[in-house]
């Protein structure tokens, strides 16, 4: 097969030409239908060629895939079953699940989000505050709260309404600014009255 | 020639006729999905394929009636298609529960807790009083509850923006 023929189909479809007229000028110029039908198999051959030998390397291999795919799984579940990040607002809160009662936690993660919005002020002491919460049941019972010192707060209202939700946040959160419960059950009550419109 | 002309037609025929065979099996695939998404959206929740509205529905099993919140929806849809529209931007569920407007241990009384309904801040949540009867003057009722709880959603959202 020479070689000029190749290069000579290679310059006609860089230069916009159809395979049909190439090889109707080819036929012209008194090339057979098996050498020009050859050229062209050959040119598509090496590129499919080029095409496989190069994907490998701009490509990632399928295991390198599946293990960042994992990898990316599992950092998404423990952000969603242990975690509430509010990274504009240096907000990160650790949320231990509860297996008995709540273990996606999805009520009070939505709670805060909706403190977040409807009460940005109870937010930011919420941020600054606390830094872990609870879902098992503490000293305030079941649909409760409790306040454990430090920055580590216990919300066990699981299945709960949301509005409640916020109501124990911001009751707590009031404890971890160093007010007694007639302060922190007002504090809750003027959430309530915030957050809910009637 | 004529015989070219045949053969060439006669590929395209079946070019087209092959495309139009992938593209009807693809389209009844997605039919298909889209029927069993559908029907299983709506045994929890509300759904409508057509205006691409989805709205969770929690509902009370003991002392609520999810029929009546579809049906109330349905109705909106049916009677007030705008505020329908707001309400499918504006809020993501409805939930049959209490409104609760106040804590007993501070304010020493319930507030909100007879009210048919409520919206929450700063969420795109609605409360409705949950009730298991099952009639007109309900699904009436609680139809003019979403409505009205869309739009104080629909401004607390817009106001966020401003």
Redesign the interface.
């Known amino acids: 097969m020479p070689t000029n023929l190749r290069d000579y189909i290679k310059d006609s479809f860089m230069k916009g030409l159809k395979k049909a007229q190439i090889e109707a000028s080819l036929l012209q110029s008194g090339w057979t239908k098996e050498q020009i039908e050859d050229a062209f198999e050959r040119i598509e051959f090496s590129q499919k060629e080029f095409i496989e030998k190069h994907r490998k390397r701009i490509l990632p291999s399928k295991k390198v895939f599946t293990i960042f795919l994992l990898i990316l799984l599992f950092f998404g579940l423990i952000y969603q079953f242990f975690f509430y990040i509010d990274i504009g607002n240096s907000c990160f809160v650790k949320i231990i699940p509860s297996i008995t009662l709540e273990f996606s936690n999805s009520n009070i993660k939505?709670s805060i989000?909706?403190?977040?919005?409807?009460?940005p002020a109870d937010y930011q002491d919420f941020c600054r505050l606390v830094d872990t919460i609870d879902a098992n049941i503490d000293c305030g019972g079941f649909e409760g709260g409790c306040y454990r010192g430090g920055k580590r707060i216990a919300v066990s209202t699981a299945q709960g309404?949301?509005?409640?939700t916020v109501?124990i946040i911001v009751?707590e959160t009031c404890h971890a600014m160093g007010f007694g419960e007639t302060e922190c059950?007002?504090?809750?009550?003027?959430i309530?009255?915030?957050?809910?419109?009637? | 020639m004529k015989f070219n002309i045949l053969q060439k037609l006669k590929e395209i025929f079946l070019k087209v006729k092959s495309r139009l065979k992938f593209y009807f099996v693809f389209l009844v695939a997605v039919f298909i999905f889209f029927t069993i998404f559908s029907i299983g959206a709506n045994l929890f929740s509300y759904f409508d394929p057509l205006t691409f509205c989805y709205i969770g529905i929690e509902n009370d099993m003991l002392r609520g009636n999810q029929k009546t919140v579809r049906k109330a929806i349905g109705l909106l849809k049916k009677e007030d298609i705008q505020s329908y529209k707001t309400l499918c931007k504006n809020v993501d569920t409805i939930?049959e529960?209490y409104?609760?407007?106040?804590?007993p241990?501070?304010?020493g009384q319930e507030?909100?807790i007879d009210?048919p309904?409520?919206?929450?801040?700063?969420?795109k949540?609605i409360?409705l009083i949950p009730t298991k009867k099952d009639n007109q003057f309900v699904i009436n009722q609680r139809s003019e509850m979403i409505k009205k709880?869309a739009f104080?959603s629909k401004n607390?959202w817009e106001n966020?923006q401003d």
């Open positions: 939505r989000k909706i403190l977040k919005y409807g009460s309404t949301v509005s409640w109501a009751h059950y007002a504090a809750g009550d003027r309530l009255g915030t957050i809910v419109e009637i | 939930v529960e409104c609760r407007a106040a804590d241990r501070g304010r507030v909100g009210e309904g409520c919206y929450i801040r700063g969420s949540v409360y709880y104080f607390f966020q």
